[in-house]
Every structure is written in C-alpha cells, then in structure tokens.
C-alpha cells in the first residue's frame, strides 16, 4: 500500500461518473422518483496508485496479471471470490479446452500442475491443486491479489480514459487508480460499468448459450465407468466419447429424468474422484442476478434428483455421492465488449492470420443449444471454422484508450465468441493484454499505440 493515501471526491471526474457512490455510515437517502432513493455522496480513499489493474482472476485475469508484472508493471489483482481461477475453480470447470498448441504461461502452467500431481492428463485437474499453483506464480511474480472484491464502478477523465474505479468488500467501498486496466470478469462487469458498447446473444434473436453447474462426485471409479462404457481409458488416458454421453443420458431417462442437456460427460479427475456435467439452463442472461440465482438453484435440484436415482438402481451407481458442487455456474455467454476490431464468423471460415495475432485457436466453434427443443446439446451451427489468430486490436477497448479485455469478453461475434471462449485461449490471451499494458505503462504510452512486435 502506498504511504500516501490519496482522497477522491465524488462528482469531479466527468459525466461517466455515477452520481452518488456513498457505503457505510451515512444520512439517511433521500427519495427521488416513486421505487428510487438517491444515495449520498462520499469522498473515497484511494487505496492503490498503480500501474496495471485487472479484474477478474480468472484464466485469462491470472494470466494478465502475471505477465504484466513479470514485464515489469506494478499489478494489482482483483478478484470476486475468495481464490483465483474462475470457472477452472469456483467453476469446478476440470477441462482444459484448446491448450495443446499453446506455449507461454498456458504451456508453463500445464507444467506447474503436472509438478504438483493435480491432474491426470494436460487437460484435467484437481481444482483444489489449481488454486494453490494460480496463487503460486502470482507471488513469484510480485502480483498483489485482493480477493472477496467487486467491482462496482469505473469513472472517466475528459480524455477517453478510465481515471479510477470502485470496488465493495469487507473493507467496504474504496477506489483504485492505474494507468492501465485490464477487464477479465468474463462477462465485461468493468467494460460495461464505465459505459463501453458491447453485444450479447445470437444476433437476431438475442439468445444466449445456456449456463452448466459443474459437480465433482464421490463413490465413482474409472474403470467401473471404462468398463460399461461411459468413458475411454484410465488414468492419463480416461477421457469422455460420444456413445459413452449417449449412454449416461439414455440411463437417466430409465429413471424417469430428461436431462436438461442430452450430453452429460464425465470427466475422471483422478481414479475415484468424477467430474460431471450434465445441465444446461436455458435462456438466463449473465447480466440477471434474479435469474443466474434461479437458474443455480434449479441446476442443483436436477442434478440431486439424478445422482439420487442413480444411487437407487445400484451396481456401480449404489455409493455415488456429490462431493461439491460449484460456487458459481459456468456462464458460457456475457457481453462482448467493443473493440478496435470485431472478429467475425467470416475471419474464421477464412482462418483469418494478422499481423497482431496474439493467439492461435483451433477449438470448433461450440454453441450449445440455445433452447431444449433444440436438440438439448451442441454443434458447430453450420460454421466450419479453420484455425485462426485473435488478433490484438480485439482485445483493446473501442469506447475507452487505456482499457483492454481478456477472455471471453473480448471483441467478437456470436459465432467467433462460441469457439474462442474456452480456457485455452483465455490465457493466451490474457498474457498478450499483460504485457501490451506494462508497455504502454512503462513508455507512456496507451496499449493502441504499442505494436505487438515490441513485446513478443
């Protein structure tokens, strides 16, 4: 913490800045229209002067976060909850998608897991692992981590540029400055919050990608599911297939439940602990509070009832057990945040290459069904992508100089979205935005005048 503490006082910082930003102690509100209170003003102490700020400390956050200060970038790290990784731990996610032709960080942390025994192959881990080796390397690195916080708001200067921004915690409401910020919250809280443009949905309809619950089970062994089918192999080779997702779905319905997602996978983190997923919550936008929280409860409810009905039929399933479920439904759909350049279905069928292409993809694109009678699984909606580079425009915000996104809130279309969103790209990306920003901070400049040739 610096030895200086700096005050900001509400109301000075231009028109993106929310009228009345008061927490704790206070007059009580005063009333405004009929169903609104006007919350009074408070000056705010500036608890970090810094030169990068991220939010999110997922994937991609913890990524930005690392490469930023291992390019030399004081970075502050800021995350909702109480350990980093989003949905690979609060998420329980377990998979690793499109991280096989990655080197960097992504590569180096395969690395790091494997050293520390949390997972049976490059793909699948054990969260618990996870969030101890995440935590590791930001503190190799000089990263300082604020975890249980929020972002709340994000206020403008007159020069396009975001001047501080305010989170809520334990320690209440308080303001961060930096140079540089670097938006990872998945669905672009920070982005939207200062006021930048974005997109969400499939572009006629609006509709989104259903969200999953992930759950890890207990009383499960591999090769009791190897040997019924349900999954390929053992140990560093157990993976799911088609026929063994086909088979668990047509199972559950022999105890009287269509699940809501007619593909659920097992994934074999270690001999007798499973992974599973095997819902899908249709139609709940990742900007609802009122309908993630429904859409959580009923998520649970389902999968009880199957592990329940499982449980009941016995053989394999007599001492199956969900050992936890996750702290926050994986959201496959948030904003999109506008970006220098959008990239688009056609860059994909092209297999677009740019000269600022940060990451290779090769995932397909995967849209999951956006409604039940749909199928209740996922395909490539007719997009016959060829492996193509994200390039580093997509990752700089359009509305504001010195803000760039990492993850899947960069600046996309709904079908480039569906195939680069997955974790093996988030962190690629999240390293190129870390060390564009420590650039930029370290030359005084902003992240869109630095060339990408400078930092590779």
């Known amino acids: 913490m610096m030895k200086r503490r700096n005050l900001i006082k509400a109301g000075l910082f231009g028109p993106m800045l929310l009228q009345n930003i008061g927490l704790g102690a206070s007059p009580t509100p005063r009333k405004n229209k009929e169903g609104m209170v006007e919350e009074p003003k408070k000056s705010l102490t500036v608890v970090r002067d810094t030169d990068v700020i991220v939010c999110g400390g997922g994937p991609a956050g913890f990524a930005a976060a690392l490469s930023a200060a291992r390019s030399g970038a004081k970075t502050t790290l800021i995350e909702l909850h109480g350990c980093l990784g989003g949905i690979w731990t609060s998420g329980l996610l377990s998979n690793i998608i499109d991280h096989e032709n990655k080197s960097g960080i992504m590569k180096e942390l395969i690395y ?60 209440g409401r308080e303001a961060w400055k930096a140079k540089v910020f670097i938006d990872a919250t998945g669905n672009g809280d920070l982005a939207a919050t200062a006021g ?11 509709r989104v990608q259903p969200m999953s619950l992930m759950v890890i089970l207990s009383g499960l062994k591999d090769s009791d599911l190897l040997k019924e089918g349900y999954i390929r192999g053992l140990g560093r080779n157990g993976s799911p297939t088609t026929e063994g997702k086909k088979k668990l779905h047509a199972d559950i319905m ?21 992974a599973l997923m095997m819902n899908h919550q249709y139609g709940v ?6 309908a993630i929280s429904k859409a959580t409860m009923e998520a649970r409810n389902e999968i009880n ?36 350049y959008m ?114």
């Open 196 to 206: 930048c443009g974005f997109d969400m949905g499939e572009p006629t309809t609006g």
């Open 305 to 340: 009832k199957v592990i329940a009905g499982l449980r009941a039929t016995g053989g394999i399933w007599s001492n199956v057990r969900i050992a936890t479920s996750a702290a926050q439904i994986g959201i496959r759909e948030g904003r999109r945040i506008h970006g220098l």
């Open 254 to 274: 022999k105890i009287g439940i269509d699940t809501s997602y007619s593909m659920p996978s097992f994934f074999t983190i270690r001999p007798d602990t499973i």
């Open 343 to 456: 990239l688009s279905k056609e860059d994909l069928l092209k297999g677009a290459q740019f000269p600022d292409g940060v990451c290779d993809v090769k995932f397909t694109v995967d849209v999951h069904a956006l409604e039940k009678i749909e199928g209740g699984g996922y395909s490539n909606s007719g997009v016959k992508m060829k492996p193509y580079q994200i390039p580093l425009r997509s990752l700089i915000a359009k509305d504001f100089d010195n803000l760039m996104m990492a993850g899947r809130c960069i600046s996309g279309d709904f079908y480039a979205h569906a195939s680069y969103r997955v974790t093996g790209n988030a962190v690629p990306m999240g390293e190129a935005a870390g060390k564009v920003a420590a650039k930029a901070t370290a030359t005084n400049r902003l992240p869109k005048a630095v060339k990408w040739n400078e930092v590779v």
């Open 285 to 290: 936008s990742a900007i609802d509070a009122d």
């Open 112 to 171: 790091r897991l494997d050293q520390t025994d949390a997972q049976l192959t490059a793909k699948k881990y054990d969260a618990e692992q996870m969030k101890w080796v995440l935590e590791e390397m930001c503190r190799e690195a000089g990263v300082e981590i604020r975890l249980h916080t929020r972002v709340t708001g994000a206020y403008s200067d007159k020069n396009k540029q975001i001047d501080f921004i305010t989170t809520e915690s334990f320690s």
